[in-house]
């Protein structure tokens, strides 16, 4: 089992910036993938960003490609979203989750899931 819990959300204005962070609780940490996912008030939750293992492998939505970028430290047990050119469209809450096994898009297919950090980007 992992236990996750995001944090860095917060409010920002149009074009800035935010990281977060969602630190993962338990010993094989590296043996999951991550990913990233977002829900806005009254829409369903929509795949952002995910993460091999090994951190070698990455994709994202299209909505959010050469704007976001996932990482992750294993030594740490962390998995970042760094978000730039932030937009009033990116505002929801952020959750990762994580999964053994390879990285996929379908939410339905995470084991884990951490509590969520807002995000709100003010035009």
């Known amino acids: 089992q992992v236990q996750l819990v995001e944090s860095g959300g917060g409010l920002v204005q149009a074009g800035g910036s935010l990281r977060l962070s969602c630190a993962a609780a338990?010993?094989?940490?590296?043996?999951?993938?991550m990913g990233w996912f977002r829900q806005a008030p009254g829409k369903e939750r929509d795949f952002v960003a995910h993460i091999n293992w090994s951190g070698g492998s990455l994709y994202y939505a299209d909505s959010v490609k050469g704007r976001f970028t996932i990482s992750r430290d294993n030594t740490k047990n962390t998995v970042y979203l760094q978000m730039t050119s932030l937009k009033p469209e990116d505002t929801a809450v952020y959750f990762c989750a994580a999964r053994v096994g390879s990285a996929v898009r379908s939410n339905s297919a995470y084991d884990y899931w951490g509590q969520g950090t807002q995000v709100t980007v003010s035009s």
């Open positions: 338990g010993r094989t940490f590296s043996s999951y993938a």
